[in-house]
């Protein structure tokens, strides 16, 4: 049968107290009437020590008092009934040196209970914590493991008594467990995640901390490790993830749906100009001579068209993309450059200005992504110009690569409303009648997610100005 509490095993002995508390009953009795009855020359009374060792084990600590009060008076009333009240006799002698040998014993035992009590409660507290707890050797052999060990693997004690705790759960290190116990050896205590199997056969991702014990001497004895279970933490966190990738998927899609416009011209212009310039190298060709010279230099435009309509489709179908997040050093620049040159369109459409002061900005992050943040926010600001009547309509992008680096967009138009200026970061907050309410909120999981920070305020001058920082490469890369 499996011991399933090792530890209440260590502090609990077989024998049963019920005799035991008998023979120290009988012991104390006999010791009392040898003592009265006999005249033996030695101090029969010692013996009581014995009885006092005994009830260590079986006594609390007021226990242990009333059986030290107990031999003290039982002496004392032996020695009356056999010698009377002569204190002149060697049996007074025997007395005192008995009293004195109860008394020394008593305190002591009493000492040693207490630090026993002490010791079982601590291992209690071990036992409850939900933590699992297992110390091993320096060879990872195992020689203690909690009760929480056995319900977060599924292994008892005895099972793996004396195993490597890394064969039994096949753990994996981030990098390996020499690393790990270099680290060890050098810092006394090592912290990581580590992924390991249980007993039936499921993975098992625990936070592990490790601290060296070493002996008097300094030299190290074990390897007291505590692991704590963060799999659904983990797997909360990985489906959040999958959340975030899918919703920020979704909303590049109503994206390039408001912008399908201008993508239908962008591509319908080329094709346009391909057509005529086809037609147009017909004729050159159909020329008695026919001039090619003219058609080969009608070929040259029709290639470049041709490019341009597949650069427009290479950028819908990266913005279309539904891909796993993907963190790449990239320069900043290009994604604002690129972000324009997708909005363009709707820029000329409501007549908008745009003024950039940009610089090579190095970030690490993922390309797409970032590029939604900025369309989105470009779009916000169109959007805010375009629902008023002023003429002049600018829009300015600002690239600081100061550390972190910050992006902002400018706008002058009419600025942040009273009724989203504290909130407008939530989800389906908008003042638009079509708009979701979905794009600051998504720029703000994305910059979140990149470790950077983004807000927006009114400008002095009138329009509104909204800017996200992103670590630069130098500082994610020294991490
Ligand atoms: N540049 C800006 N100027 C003025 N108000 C703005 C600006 N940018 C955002 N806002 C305000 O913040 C609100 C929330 O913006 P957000 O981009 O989250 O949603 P939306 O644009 O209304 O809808 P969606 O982006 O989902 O189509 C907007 O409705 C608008 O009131
Ligand atoms: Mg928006």
Redesign the pocket.
């Known amino acids: 049968m499996i011991n399933k509490y090792p530890f209440a095993t260590l502090l609990s002995s077989g024998v049963s107290h019920v005799l035991l508390k008998a023979l120290i009953l009988l012991a104390t009795l006999a010791i009392f009437i040898i003592d009265t009855l006999t005249y033996l020359d030695i101090a029969v009374a010692v013996l009581y020590v014995v009885v006092i060792l005994m009830g260590i084990r079986l006594f609390s600590q007021k226990g242990l008092l009333l059986m030290s009060i107990a031999s003290i008076v039982l002496t004392v009333f032996a020695f009356f009934l056999s010698h009377g009240i002569d204190f002149e006799s060697s049996a007074f002698a025997r007395c005192l040196v008995s009293l004195a040998a109860i008394c020394i014993t008593s305190a002591l035992a009493m000492g040693n209970k207490s630090f026993q009590d002490a010791l079982k409660r601590q291992v209690q507290i071990l036992g409850q914590t939900h933590d699992a707890i297992v110390l091993t050797d320096l060879q990872d052999k195992i020689e203690l493991w909690n009760p929480g060990a056995t319900s977060l693997y599924g292994w008892h004690f005895d099972e793996v008594k004396g195993r490597s705790s890394d064969d039994i759960l096949a753990t994996q290190y981030p990098s390996s467990r020499a690393e790990a116990k270099e680290w060890l050896t050098s810092h006394d205590q090592w912290e990581g995640e580590l992924t390991q199997i249980g007993k039936d056969g499921q993975p098992v991702i625990v936070s592990s901390r490790w601290s060296l014990i070493r002996d008097n001497q300094g030299h190290p004895t074990r390897i007291l490790i505590t692991n704590n279970d963060v799999t659904d933490h983990k797997q909360a966190d990985a489906a959040l993830h999958q959340a975030q990738t899918e919703l920020a998927h979704a ?1 590049r899609l ?1 994206t390039l749906g ?1 912008l399908a416009a201008s993508f239908s011209h962008e591509i319908n212009q080329p094709l346009a100009s391909i057509t005529t310039t086809g037609e147009a190298s017909l004729r050159w060709l159909k020329r008695d001579p026919p001039d090619l010279v003219e058609v080969s230099d009608c070929m040259n435009r029709i290639i470049n068209e041709a490019r341009r309509a597949s650069e427009v489709i290479k950028r819908i179908r990266n913005l279309a993309r539904k891909t796993e997040q993907v963190h790449a050093p990239l320069d900043l620049q290009d994604v604002v450059k690129e972000s324009l040159a997708l909005v363009e369109r709707e820029l000329k459409a409501e007549r908008v200005i745009v003024k950039t002061q940009l610089k090579a900005t190095p970030v690490m992050g993922d390309y797409i992504q970032l590029q939604q943040v900025v369309i ?2 470009l ?3 169109i ?2 110009l375009a629902s008023t009547e002023q003429r002049y309509r600018q829009i300015s992008i600002v690239l600081s690569d100061a550390n972190p680096a910050v992006c902002t ?1 400018n ?1 002058n ?5 009273q ?2 200026a504290g909130n ?2 939530k989800a389906f ?4 009648a ?8 998504i ?1 703000r999981s994305i910059i979140d997610m990149h470790g950077g920070a983004i807000k ?1 305020q009114n400008r002095e001058e009138g ?2 100005s ?1 800017e996200f920082t992103l670590p630069r490469l130098e500082e994610v890369s020294s991490d």
């Open positions: 909303a109503s408001e989105n926010l779009l916000n600001a959007q805010a967009v706008d138009g009419p600025g942040l409303s009724e989203v407008m970061f907050v908008t003042t638009k079509t708009g979701m309410g979905m794009g600051l909120s720029c927006a329009g509104a909204v």
